[in-house]
C-alpha cells in the first residue's frame, strides 16, 4: 500500500519532470551526450552517489557510473542499466517537437521516452530512495553512450570497472519490455561491403572490370552461407525463427546498362543465435573474399578491390541456468513468461563481463524507433513499481 501511494504522487511526477528534462537534451547516436550525463551525475550527487566516468576518443561522449554505497562491504550491488542515445528524429513527421514532452491521454511523446529515457528517468526518480534507506548492497546506476549504432559505449565501462576490480551480482537493462522479463536475445552484425571495379563503355567489356558483377558472386556466396545456417541442426528452439539469419537489405552501384560500373555496395546483417554461427559468416566470407574473388579482380584489374566495413557486431544475450538476475525481477514483477526477444542490446556484454542480467523495462519495442515515440503513465507506474519493490528487497 505504502509503495502504491508513493508511485502515484511525489516520485510518479518527479519522474515525469526528470523524463521532460531528458528528452530536452538532444543525445542522438554519435553527437553529444556530455549535458545529460552531467544533469545525471549531479542528481544522482545529490543522493549521495559516487561516480566515474569512461569518454570516447575525443571526449564527446561519456558513460556514466554512479554508486549509492551499501552498508555491508562485503555484499557486492545490483547495476541499473541504461542508454543515453537516441535514433533521429525528424521534427515535419512530429505531430510535436520530438524533444518537447508531450503529454496527452495518460501518455508522453518525445524522441527516447519509450527508448529509453523513461528507464532511467525511473532510476534517477527512485535513487533519494535508494539513498535515504540502509541498503544491504550498493546499487549502481551504469548510463552509456551509441548503443544504437553497434553498443560503442558499454566496453568502455565494463573495461573499466574490471580494472577497478568491481564485481556485481545482478544487472537489468531497462530497453522497452513491456516491464516483461527477457532472458535472451539474437547477437546483431551489420555489415557493408564496397567493390572497386574500373569503369568503361559496355561495348567493350575487356576494358572495364564491373563491380557490380563481383557484388553478385559476393551475394551469391553470403546466399548459400544464409542457407547453411538455416540448416544446421539446432539443440534449443528458444528463438523466433530458431536458426541464425542473414539477409541483404540493399545493394548501390552502377550510373546505367550502357555503362561498366566501377563502384558497387552491399549492406547486409547477420543475426546469429550464438558466437560460432557469427564467427562461422565472418570466416567464411573473408576467406571466399581473399582467397578466391579479390585474386579474380586483381587479375582482370589491379586497382580493383573489396573492403568489408563493420557497421556493428552486437553479442547475443544467452540464456543462463539458474540465474539470479532473472529469478530477482520475476520475484519483483511477478512476470515469470521468461521470454526472448529478437532486437540486440548491451546485455550480451554485461554477461560476458560475468554479472547475471535480465533485461525488463518500460515501454513496448512498437513505440521504440517510431514518429510520435511514447511512454503511457501505466508503463512508468510499474517500472517505478518494481524499483520501489527492489529498494525494499535491498533494506537490510
Ligand atoms: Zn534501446
Given at each position: 500500500m505504502t509503495t502504491q501511494i508513493q508511485i502515484d504522487g511525489e516520485i510518479f511526477q518527479n519522474a515525469i519532470d526528470i523524463l521532460k528534462d531528458l528528452i530536452s537534451?538532444?543525445?542522438?547516436?554519435?553527437?553529444?551526450?556530455l549535458e545529460l550525463i552531467n544533469y545525471c551525475e549531479l542528481k544522482l550527487k545529490k543522493s549521495g552517489a559516487s561516480s566515474l566516468k569512461t569518454f570516447n576518443n575525443s571526449k564527446t561522449q561519456a558513460n556514466l557510473f554512479s554508486t549509492i554505497k551499501g552498508e555491508n562491504p562485503d555484499e557486492i550491488g545490483i547495476v541499473l542499466s541504461g542508454h543515453t542515445d537516441v535514433v533521429p528524429a525528424v521534427?515535419?513527421?512530429?505531430?510535436?517537437?520530438?524533444y518537447l514532452l508531450r503529454e496527452e491521454d495518460d501518455k508522453l511523446y518525445g524522441r527516447g521516452t519509450c527508448d529509453m529515457k523513461g528507464f532511467i528517468a525511473c532510476t534517477l526518480a527512485v535513487a533519494p530512495l535508494f539513498a535515504s534507506s540502509k541498503l544491504k548492497k550498493p546499487i549502481h546506476f551504469s548510463y552509456t553512450f551509441d548503443e544504437e549504432t553497434g553498443c560503442l559505449g558499454a566496453p568502455l565501462v565494463l573495461a573499466d570497472l574490471k580494472k577497478r576490480n568491481l564485481n556485481f551480482s545482478s544487472c537489468i537493462i531497462g530497453e522497452p519490455t513491456n516491464m516483461k522479463v527477457i532472458t535472451a536475445h539474437k547477437g546483431y552484425n551489420e555489415y557493408k561491403t564496397h567493390f572497386t571495379g574500373l569503369s568503361g563503355h559496355a561495348s567493350d567489356p575487356e576494358n572495364g572490370t564491373s563491380a557490380i558483377e563481383y557484388a553478385i558472386e559476393y551475394s551469391n556466396k553470403l546466399m548459400e552461407l544464409k542457407n547453411e545456417l538455416k540448416n544446421k541442426k539446432r539443440e534449443n528452439n528458444l528463438f523466433s525463427p530458431p536458426y541464425s539469419t542473414l539477409q541483404i537489405g540493399k545493394i548501390t552501384g552502377g550510373i546505367g546498362a550502357n555503362v561498366i560500373a566501377d563502384k558497387c555496395s552491399l549492406e547486409w546483417e547477420v543475426r546469429p543465435i550464438n558466437k560460432s554461427d557469427g564467427d562461422f559468416v565472418t570466416k567464411s566470407i573473408d576467406e571466399f573474399s581473399k582467397n578466391i574473388l579479390l585474386p579474380k579482380i586483381k587479375n582482370n584489374n589491379p586497382n580493383g578491390d573489396i573492403k568489408k566495413e563493420i557497421i556493428g557486431e552486437v553479442v547475443g544475450f544467452n540464456k543462463e541456468g539458474d540465474s539470479e538476475a532473472v529469478n530477482l525481477i520475476s520475484n519483483l514483477t511477478g512476470d515469470n513468461s521468461k521470454d526472448t526477444m529478437s532486437f540486440g542490446t548491451e546485455a550480451g556484454l554485461f554477461q560476458n563481463s560475468g554479472i547475471s542480467t535480465v533485461i525488463c523495462g518500460p515501454g513496448s519495442i512498437d513505440q521504440a524507433h517510431t514518429v510520435d515515440e511514447y511512454i503511457t503513465y501505466d508503463q512508468l507506474k510499474k517500472c517505478l513499481k518494481m524499483l520501489v519493490s527492489l529498494k525494499e528487497k535491498m533494506v537490510n
Open positions: 537534451f538532444q543525445t542522438e547516436s554519435g553527437k553529444s551526450n521534427p515535419s513527421e512530429w505531430t510535436s517537437d520530438p
